[in-house]
Every structure is written in C-alpha cells, then in structure tokens.
T-cell receptor, first 116, second 113 residues
Framework: GAVVSQHPSRVICKSGTSVKIECRSLDFQATTMFWYRQFPKQSLMLMATSNEGSKATYEQGVEKDKFLINHASLTLSTLTVTSAHPEDSSFYIC????????????FGPGTRLTVL | AQTVTQSQPEMSVQEAETVTLSCTYDTSESDYYLFWYKQPPSRQMILVIRQEAYKQQNATENRFSVNFQKAAKSFSLKISDSQLGDAAMYFCALSGGYQKVTFGIGTKLQVIP
C-alpha cells in the first residue's frame, strides 16, 4: 500500500527557533498533500492544503507566515514552524493524496513538537 | 461547508461481541466519499473502510461494515467479533470534490477482555 513518512517523529525546540517537518510519499506521486494539527484527545484540524509547484492554501485562522509550507516535488512537502512558541506544541500529521485513487489520503505517522 | 458529527465520545464492547459507532454528516456536494479511520495509541491514522456516496451497496472489509443511509446522511460503522486490537479512537470523515477531508471529533472504543 501507499506509504507516507514524516521526519522527525519527535522534536523539542526552544521558544523562538524554527522547526522543519518533512512529509514524503515513498511509493507514489502526490500532487496534493495536507497538513493537520491534532491537540490531545481532539480531532485532526486541517491547517493547509499543499499542491506541488504552487502556493499552499491555508485554512481560516492559520497564520501562513508562521506555518510555511513548501511542496517542491511530487513526493515531498515541508512544514516549517517559524519562531515557535509553547502554544505551537502539538502533534502534526501530514497526508498525501494519490492521484490514482480519488479522494483517498494516506497519512504519515505524525510529528510531536514540543516547544520549551 | 461540510460537517461530520460523532455523538458517542466513548464506547465499550466485550471481546468477540459487536459494536456500532454512529456518524452523521452534512455536505452540499453531490459526489463525495465517506471514511472511517482508526487511530491507535501510536497515533498512526489507519483507513478502516471507505464508501463512495454514489454506491448504494454498503462497504464491508472483513469484520468491519458500514450502514450508509444517504437520505438520512448517516454513516455508521459496525465492528463484528471485536478484538483487543480494535481498541482505538475512531474518526468518521467526509471528503468532497477537492479531496479536503473533514473529520468528526472521534469515538474512543474500549474492548473489554
């Protein structure tokens, strides 16, 4: 089946620093990738939709200057949390859509970000 | 806008018994997809089952089946012969025309040995 990886799986950083999270589709090409945020015991909240070669589309309330998304190739999207603060601590999950399987997304294992 | 509602925050089932998780949704799309995802403690999202809205036949995957009532906008998940490994958070999800997925708040399923 389709596999999506995320790196790192866990990161701890100091307040004010930037953190980059990578999302890769390993065995398929993903024209679209999605970034979600999940707080403890809550559902997944879509942050942005990332299309290869174009600007990401952010959901309402998500700061695009704080959460920078780049989708430079059909297998890689990155999320950079700039000037991280403790309130950015969360679980970030990416997913990738296989253009051959309509409307199905494959999820990465997630990245736990802790900002001190 | 599309919404997904799961009204059961927690459910429990005896091992080997059957349990049904409820989900209702709303969408203005005529063509859409419905999913049930499982999120175990590892937090990896796992697709359990999917249903294309244009198909009248309910989807089944081994011990997992759905009851899709399109007119009522209801999409429940039935787990038969429950196993300890089924314990997890279950999210109902809806995807419309642009693959954007909306998730419900989840149901925590406990399986009692």
């Amino acid at each position: 089946g389709a596999v999506v990886s995320q790196h790192p799986s866990r990161v701890i950083c100091k307040s004010g620093t930037s953190v980059k999270i990578e999302c890769r589709s390993l065995d398929f090409q993903a024209t679209t990738m999605f970034w979600y945020r999940q707080f403890p015991k809550q559902s997944l909240m879509l942050m942005a939709t990332s299309n290869e070669g174009s600007k990401a589309t952010y959901e309402q309330g998500v700061e695009k200057d704080k959460f920078l998304i780049n989708h430079a190739s059909l297998t890689l999207s990155t999320l950079t949390v700039t000037s991280a603060h403790p309130e950015d601590s969360s679980f970030y999950i990416c997913s990738a859509a296989d253009r051959g399987i309509r409307n199905e997304q494959f999820f990465g294992p997630g990245t736990r970000l802790t900002v001190l | 806008a599309q919404t997904v509602t799961q009204s059961q925050p927690e459910m429990s089932v005896q091992e080997a018994e059957t349990v049904t998780l409820s989900c209702t949704y709303d969408t203005s799309e005529s063509d859409y997809y419905l999913f049930w995802y499982k999120q175990p403690p590892s937090r990896q999202m796992i697709l359990v089952i999917r249903q294309e809205a244009y198909k009248q036949q309910n989807a089944t995957e081994n011990r997992f089946s759905v009851n899709f009532q399109k007119a009522a906008k209801s999409f429940s998940l039935k787990i038969s012969d429950s196993q300890l490994g089924d314990a997890a958070m279950y999210f109902c999800a809806l995807s419309g025309g642009y693959q954007k997925v909306t998730f419900g708040i989840g149901t925590k399923l406990q399986v009692i040995p």
